[in-house]
């Protein structure tokens, strides 16, 4: 019987290490969804800023566009308002 007990007790000692070493999922993912974020902030950023030296006004789905597709539309909106 102790030699039972006492094999559930060492199995429970190992499986706890054994979980010790392993990352924390958890905050990984929190990592991963903050550094989103940021990228996503990064980009609406640029959008505002290049909508202000252009003076216009940045749109919805801007910040989707490729860096390319965005400068074309707005030069493209400040050349409609007549700003060169």
């Known amino acids: 019987m102790d030699a039972g007990l006492q094999a559930v007790n060492q199995k429970a000692d190992d499986d706890a290490k054994s979980n010790a070493s392993m990352p924390d999922m958890s905050a990984l993912t929190n990592m991963a969804g903050s550094m989103h974020k940021m990228g996503l902030s990064q980009k609406q950023r ?5 909508a202000a030296k252009l003076g216009v006004q940045p749109q919805a ?10 400068s074309n539309a707005m030069v493209s909106r400040a050349l409609a308002l007549g700003k060169s």
């Open 46 to 50: 640029n959008v505002n800023m290049l």
């Open 61 to 70: 789905g801007d910040s989707l566009l490729t860096a390319s597709a965005l």
